[in-house]
């Protein structure tokens, strides 16, 4: 009896009513659950999103346990999942809630069944099906197929029933701990045999394009019709309209599943983002994100609600504009930004500010990519405009364009912050009330005050200034201090360091580097820093944490610069330059030899080695190819440019997936806003090692048999095919295979500890190969970095 108390004990927590089946005689509550047949993929019970306290009846896969497929009750949660119930009641399957309410039903005619037999099965597909027991062959009762959430699970339809006007449609939780729905959603168009992406149910944000019978595919996804393993059918007649999806069996082990054997685990999800996206298990049971519409987060129609400036290269996306902030922080903290921005101050209109004296005033807010909800006058001047909508009390912003004058009499949405480069931007002018405007009174005020407080103090600034300029020249410029330490360099002694930044040896995503030499004839490279928003404390402690790294294979840090927007590093001179100038810029008399190449690979590998496993945190380099891989006088490999991606700050990742600059090297993952792990540098290197051993860009296009080829799919063709392999070879080494290196898995294989097998053709590399102008997102995996 002792042994069954503790058993029942342990199994408290962790109850399950068994199999897949709830019948007439039995309930779930608690932590019960019932689980789908088969390889038992999907689990029903209840849950709680994120930090809830709220509890919702859902489906998920077992696999993935916070992955959630499928919610009955998600408008009317439960607070207390021990006292809810969910049983077949009067032929139907009813959940009731703490006070025995009934509070979601299936809501089917009992009429057509037999009660006391019916019974809910979980299907193996994620189909939560109630059947009548009495008869199994006649079609189920209910389905959860017919009533979808947020997911399009394999098999299920989107479509439109034309007899009963039913619609099957996806729509976005609210946040991510709300799944009641949300703003955007995904339907059936039936006049156009299309889907959209739609905004608060009215507004099309997106549209697949019509279904082109002859192709197979909807006309603006043609990626659609490239799928490797996605198999879409789409049907119209006079009954229903709808789409639906299979995923291919697949046996490679390189394939995305839960097992080597398992299928490929993919679903649609219309996201809180607003992104109508296609998700596939990785072997670590995350989601990675393949494919996704619309592609960028701000062409999101609205995604930072009104008077909210939605912004690519920043994180968070969405701030307020200034004079307003979040309607609800808890919605944003959620990262539900669909309310929108409010006005901190009340405007005045034609009254005057009693507390400042005057009227409302317009600020300008530059380089902004405005919504398109304005009417247009033709207007002599700028000024005229802002006179149009001075005198109007319901104008809440203009924008001026040559003769164009766009009003703005409705709340400003769909704003986007834009670079000042981008042509696209235009100047904002938006209504604040003037106390949330600096007067010109209290400017003037300011100054006067600045300039007697600066008279008063002159003298003891001056002595403040000649001492810290003693001390610098003193303890900075002469490159003394303590030993081990960085240094902290004035801009000035920078200036002349580098003769003014006068010769520049190269840059990048992050900025530009110059040779410079100290004071102590130490030769040095300057890198100049760009877009940097950290504040002085944080970005000091980021480069204390980079000066502390040292190895033989990374670039050592010396000092730094940090004088208001002035951000600059100083590193040791490599007098060799970067690989990419030894590899391409040079003569055939000074040739990298076979030896030299190989020392390179395996230097540079054991650098990222270090960075990836041996450092306090992982260090992810995110901008690996030659220009960053550096030589000393012996050309020992140094990889420059370690840790600046936190340097610089979380909107490097998104520069790299707009701006796009170095593609050949960057990882997929990188064009579908996947998280980046470390093996985005795996990925890097590999494009490095093909033009380390080719001595030629991968990007550059070369002609074979008339055709224009990609040099990774060429490599992998003539491998595949036995065909000459030191036909890749660089021609300048004269077929010195010799001394080729045996390629391996990063440091393993290049030393020989491992044997080298004969790699899949990457699915990334048979787009190139048929010289496609578009990744196949549908059928690429952006993990397959067998390159």
Known sequence: MLLVLIQCLILKNHLSIGADTISVNQSLSGDQTIVSAGREKFVLGFFTPANSSNYYLGMWYKEAKHTIVWVANREKPVT?????????????????????????????????????????????????????????????????????????????????????????????????????????????????????????KSSIRWSSGAWDESLGYFSLIPEMGRSTYLNFTFVSNDNEMYLTYFIIPVNQKNIYSLNDTANLLARFVMDISGQFKVLVLNPSTEWDTFWSQPREQCDVYAFCGAYGSCNEKSLPFCNCIRGFEPKSWRDWDLKDYSGGCIRKTKLQCGNIDRAHGERDKFVEIASMLLSDNNRSEQVANIAACESICYNNCSCYGYAFDNTRCSIWNEDLSDLQQLGASDERGRSLYIRLAASEVQSTKNRKGLTIGVGVGSAVGSIFLLVLILFLVLLRKRTVYTGKGLEGSLMAFGYVDLQNATKNFSEKLGGGGFGSVFKGMLSDSTMVAVKKLERVGQGEKQFRAEVSTIGTIQH????????????????LLVYDYMSNGSLASDLFDIGISNVLDWTTRYQIAIGTARGLVYLHMKCRDCIIHCDIKPENVLLDAKFCPKVADFGLAKLVGREYSRVLTTMRGTRGYLAPEWITGVAITSKADVYSYGMTLFELLSGRRNSEQTESNGKLKYFPSMTTSTVIEG????????????????????????????EGITDVSLPPIPRCLRIFDDNEENVNFFGSNPQDNST
């Open 723 to 750: 065909g000459n392999l030191l036909s890749l070879l660089d021609d300048r080494l004269e077929g010195d295979e010799a001394h080729r290196p045996s390629m391996s898995e990063v440091v393993q294989m290049l």
């Open 552 to 567: 033989v294979n990374l670039v050592q840090l010396r000092g730094f610069c940090s004088q208001g927007t002035q951000k």
């Open 80 to 200: 207390d999942r021990f006292s809810s119930e969910l049983r077949i009641s009067h032929g139907n399957l009813v959940l009731f809630n703490e006070s025995k309410f009934p509070i979601w039903s299936t809501n089917v005619n009992s009429s057509t069944s037999s009660p006391s037999m019916v019974k809910a099965v979980l299907l193996d597909n994620g189909n939560l099906v109630l059947k009548d027991g009495s008869n199994l062959s006649k079609p189920s009762l209910w389905e959860s197929f017919d009533h979808l959430t947020d997911t399009w699970l394999p098999g299920s339809k989107l479509g439109y029933n034309k007899k009963t006007k039913h619609k099957l449609i996806i729509t976005s939780w609210k946040n991510s701990k709300d799944p009641s729905p949300g703003v955007f959603s995904l339907e059936p168009v039936p006049s156009d045999n299309s889907v959209v992406i739609l905004w608060n």
